[in-house]
T-cell receptor
Framework: GAVVSQHPSWVICKSGTSVKIECRSL??????MFWYRQFPKQSLMLMAT?????????EQGVEKDKFLINHASLTLSTLTVTSAHPEDSSFYIC??????????????FGPGTRLTVL | GQNIDQPTEMTATEGAIVQINCTYQ??????LFWYQQHAGEAPTFLSY????GLEEKGRFSSFLSRSKGYSYLLLKELQMKDSASYLC???????????FGKGTRLSVIA
């Protein structure tokens, strides 16, 4: 199957700093990537849909000025958590979409990035 | 709106069979996915169903009834490594993201 990588896999930062997370599709082109956040023992919550060459679409309640998304190429999307605070500590997962037979678009997930804000 | 329901937790014995149910309400339904997620890791794809019926893949099978808004994931010959969360996700028509249920935490005991 298709491979999606994320970097870094984990990061610890001080409150007030910014953190950039990269998501790459390694062996396919992804016009659409998705960013999720997952708190302990909870399900994945979609934060935003990232479209190559255009602005991201954010879900209700997600601050677009705090979570900056850039999808500059067909294989790379970045999520920048600006002025991070302890409540932003979470597991951030990206996924990229590839096509399947029958018109279904399977989402392949990156390994996730665990962010801890002190 | 849309809604996906799964049991929160299940426990089963090694070697046994377990069925994890998922019910959903949505408009523009296109297909249903099952993912497995171990603690601290990203979800991995298990199966997808577009048409009614059973899809079998080794020890795992998934069933879909579109008219009833119902799916289940069947795990046979359970192994300890099957202890994980199992996420039901629906895809609606158009280039829209998957919508995930809250997941079912399965514990396999000896």
């Amino acid at each position: 199957g298709a491979v999606v990588s994320q970097h870094p896999s984990w990061v610890i930062c001080k409150s007030g700093t910014s953190v950039k997370i990269e998501c790459r599709s390694l062996d396919f082109q992804a016009t659409t990537m998705f960013w999720y956040r997952q708190f302990p023992k909870q399900s994945l919550m979609l934060m935003a849909t990232s479209n190559e060459g255009s602005k991201a679409t954010y879900e209700q309640g997600v601050e677009k000025d705090k979570f900056l998304i850039n999808h500059a190429s067909l294989t790379l999307s970045t999520l920048t958590v600006t002025s991070a605070h302890p409540e932003d500590s979470s597991f951030y997962i990206c996924s990229a979409r590839d096509s399947l037979a029958g018109g279904l678009y399977e989402q392949f997930f990156g390994p996730g990035t665990r962010l801890t804000v002190l | 709106g849309q809604n996906i329901d799964q049991p929160t937790e299940m426990t089963a014995t090694e070697g046994a069979i377990v069925q994890i149910n998922c019910t959903y309400q949505t408009s523009g339904f296109n297909g249903l996915f099952w993912y497995q997620q171990h603690a601290g890791e990203a979800p991995t794809f298990l199966s997808y169903n577009v048409l009614d019926g059973l899809e079998e893949k080794g020890r795992f099978s998934s069933f879909l009834s579109r008219s009833k808004g119902y799916s289940y994931l069947l795990l046979k010959e359970l192994q300890m490594k099957d202890s994980a969360s199992y996420l039901c996700a629906i895809e609606n028509s158009g280039n829209t993201p998957l919508v995930f249920g809250k997941g079912t935490r399965l514990s396999v005991i000896a």
